[in-house]
């Protein structure tokens, strides 16, 4: 735990989310006050919690709103006031960061501070660039070098020592020198087809990259239209780059994909689209509040020929509150357990019981269906699961004869920040697809955004029912095959990689 009163310096890493690390995202989540700079990306600033102030204080060449003397005092100031302060830089914070110049005041005042160090992208740009910064058959050694002096003055770079290393050249902050440098290391007797490379936003999903060589690189970048950040690598293994690029292989890369999902973890869709390439913003759309039922139910609890579950967290909830009440499991010898999905049903069993029924498809429909083919008359039946619930569920057991209890276990309501926050970035332009795996989740986000420019991004829904919710708020959804996050993750690819290209 982050102590009050102290100073984290946190690198973000060059931009892709993932690469952040997790005593950075840690930190993040702890904070009370957050000082960033520019070039952080939104996802990343998305690990900072909403309660957590936010300050911006980063510098553009030549334009430094905040100085560096002005970021110094507000760290130790807000240490002084006894908060939790988190310094969030791009990269490292240790490579030309300026990052041991902002803990020199701290030092001389006594405050406490720690270092998470951050991926630096002068390696992960390359990297996702396909350019290995080393390779046995052509770079054994690795220079790292700043391509501006210090306050904006010309780069002191050793031409004459580099012409004759033989090893992989890296300049960060160098696209304004990017002449400069290629004419410095020609004039320093480096051959004029050395093959170089620029890549600008490195490991982002709006990335570019031009190879050439140095004699011809700066006429490139100069027609691509390059912008900061860029990061400039001279050596030969810049000619590997198509060899070994691998992120244009993978089916999403560029794509940025907001899954609304309505658990309290992580989604795991996303964890399935990133893998895919995609750039992943996980929006819970749901906050799942546990209501109290009283001791007189739970003493009977075991008493029910069937308990159903619906969720993953109800399924845990269910099982957390027997533990709290200390109901031993050998009572339920006589009763039978039906899960919603998978999903659901692997947390009824990490509990030590094996699901007696589980649906083929995650769908409430499917659940009824089946259910209603194995109740038996007048059976006691318990259904735990959100106050909100679909009624047709309960309706359909009922009607097959069984005696349902519709247990209102939890409540759930919108998150309405992160909700608004994904919504920004669709008017921003900067979302490409939307994912949903519940009707509860479209309600939730919509509600909580209000008017959605629906049709500017692909809408994909895990069935037919959370379709039908996105319908009535006027939206168009394309449907999975199936009721399963694979198959959600499937459909995005498929309609990426095929059916966008046929279009004409």
């Given at each position: 735990?982050?102590?009050?009163?102290?100073?984290v310096?946190v690198?973000?890493?060059?931009?892709?989310?993932?690469?952040l690390?997790?005593?950075?995202?840690?930190?993040?989540?702890?904070?009370?006050?957050?000082?960033?700079?520019?070039?952080i990306?939104?996802?990343?600033?998305?690990?900072?919690?909403?309660t957590?102030?936010?300050?911006p204080?980063?510098?553009?060449?030549?334009?430094?709103?905040?100085?560096q003397?002005?970021?110094?005092?507000?760290?130790?100031?807000?240490?002084?006031?006894?908060?939790?302060?988190v310094?969030?830089?791009?990269?490292?914070?240790?490579?030309?960061?300026?990052g041991?110049?902002?803990?020199?005041?701290l030092?001389?005042?006594?405050?406490?501070?720690?270092?998470?160090?951050?991926?630096?992208?002068?390696?992960?740009?390359p990297?996702?660039?396909?350019?290995p910064?080393?390779?046995?058959n052509?770079?054994?050694?690795?220079?790292?070098?700043?391509?501006?002096?210090?306050?904006?003055?010309?780069?002191?770079?050793?031409?004459?020592?580099?012409?004759?290393?033989g090893?992989?050249?890296i300049f960060?902050?160098?696209?304004?020198?990017v002449?400069?440098?290629c004419?410095?290391?020609?004039?320093?007797?480096?051959?004029?087809?050395?093959?170089?490379?620029?890549i600008?936003?490195?490991?982002?999903?709006?990335?570019?990259?031009?190879?050439?060589?140095?004699?011809?690189?700066?006429?490139?970048v100069?027609?691509?239209?390059?912008?900061?950040?860029?990061?400039l690598?001279?050596?030969?293994?810049?000619?590997?780059?198509?060899?070994?690029?691998?992120?244009?292989?993978?089916p999403?890369?560029?794509?940025?994909?907001?899954?609304?999902?309505s658990?309290?973890?992580?989604?795991?869709?996303?964890?399935?689209?990133?893998?895919?390439?995609?750039?992943v913003?996980?929006?819970?759309?749901?906050?799942?509040?546990?209501r109290?039922?009283?001791?007189?139910?739970?003493?009977?609890?075991?008493?029910?020929?069937?308990?159903?579950?619906?969720?993953?967290?109800?399924?845990?909830?269910?099982?957390?509150?027997?533990?709290?009440?200390?109901?031993?499991?050998r009572?339920?010898?006589?009763?039978?357990?039906?899960?919603?999905?998978?999903?659901?049903?692997?947390?009824?069993?990490?509990?030590?019981?094996?699901p007696d029924?589980?649906?083929?498809s995650?769908?409430?429909?499917d659940?009824?269906?089946?259910?209603?083919?194995?109740?038996?008359?007048?059976?006691?039946v318990?259904?735990f699961?959100?106050?909100d619930?679909?009624?047709?569920?309960?309706?359909?057991?009922?009607e097959?004869?069984?005696?349902?209890d519709?247990?209102?276990?939890?409540?759930?309501?919108?998150?309405?920040?992160?909700?608004?926050?994904?919504?920004?970035?669709?008017?921003?332009?900067?979302?490409?697809?939307?994912?949903?795996?519940?009707?509860?989740g479209v309600?939730?986000?919509?509600?909580?955004?209000?008017d959605?420019?629906w049709?500017?991004?692909?809408?994909?829904c895990?069935?037919?029912?959370?379709?039908a919710?996105?319908r009535?708020?006027?939206?168009?959804?394309?449907?999975?095959a199936e009721?399963?996050?694979e198959?959600?993750?499937?459909?995005?690819?498929?309609?990426?990689t095929?059916?966008?290209?046929e279009?004409?």
């Open positions: 735990m982050t102590q009050r009163g102290s100073v310096l690198g973000a890493g060059p931009g892709d989310p993932q690469l690390t997790l005593a950075g995202r840690d930190a993040l989540a702890q904070a009370d006050v957050v000082f960033h700079d520019r070039l990306g939104p996802e990343v600033m998305d690990f900072i919690p909403p957590a102030e936010r300050v204080v980063g510098k553009n060449k030549g334009d430094h709103p905040v100085p003397s002005e970021i110094n005092r507000l760290l130790l100031e807000s240490a002084l006031a006894e908060k939790r302060v310094r969030l830089k791009g990269g490292d914070p240790y490579l030309f960061g300026r041991a110049e902002e803990l020199d005041l030092v001389r005042h006594n405050v406490p501070f720690r270092v998470v160090p951050g991926v630096t992208s002068a390696i992960a740009a990297s996702y660039a396909g350019i910064v080393t390779h046995r052509f770079a054994s050694s690795l220079h790292i070098l700043t391509g501006h002096g210090k306050d904006g003055t010309a780069p002191n770079i050793p031409y004459r020592e580099l012409a004759k290393l090893g992989t050249l960060l902050m160098g696209l304004s020198s002449r400069e440098i004419a410095g290391l020609a004039e320093a007797g480096m051959a004029s087809d050395t093959p170089a490379a620029a600008e936003k490195g490991t982002r999903p709006d990335g570019r990259r031009v190879v050439a060589t140095i004699a011809d690189l700066p006429d490139v100069a027609g691509a239209r390059f912008s900061s950040p860029t990061v690598v001279v050596g030969e293994v810049c000619s590997l780059a198509d060899d070994f690029d691998w992120t244009s292989r993978l999403l890369w560029g794509k940025r994909v907001v899954c609304v999902y658990e309290t973890s992580m989604s795991r869709l996303g964890t399935l689209l990133r893998q895919y390439g995609a750039t913003t996980d929006c819970p759309a749901i906050v799942r509040t546990p109290i039922q009283p001791p007189t139910f739970w003493s009977g609890v075991a008493d029910y020929g069937w308990v159903v579950v619906t969720s993953p967290f109800g399924a845990e909830l269910f099982f957390q509150r027997v533990r709290e009440h200390r109901i031993d499991m009572r339920f010898s006589g009763s039978r357990f039906a899960a919603v999905g998978t999903r659901t049903g692997a947390v009824v069993e990490a509990n030590g019981v094996v029924f589980t649906p083929a995650s769908s409430a429909s659940l009824a269906s089946g259910l209603a083919g194995l109740v038996r008359k007048g059976e006691r318990l259904l699961r959100a106050r619930g679909d009624p047709a569920l309960a309706q359909c057991l009922s097959a004869g069984a005696d349902v519709d247990v209102a276990a939890y409540d759930t309501d919108p998150a309405t920040g992160a909700a608004l926050a994904a919504v920004e970035r669709f008017r921003d332009g900067l979302v490409d697809a939307v994912t949903f795996t519940s009707a509860s309600t939730a986000f919509a509600d909580a955004a209000g959605i420019p049709q500017e991004t692909a809408s994909f895990i069935g037919p029912v959370t379709a919710a996105l009535a708020r006027g939206g168009t959804p394309i449907v999975a009721a399963s996050l198959a959600v993750a499937s459909r995005v690819v498929s309609y990426f095929q059916e966008q290209s279009q004409p």
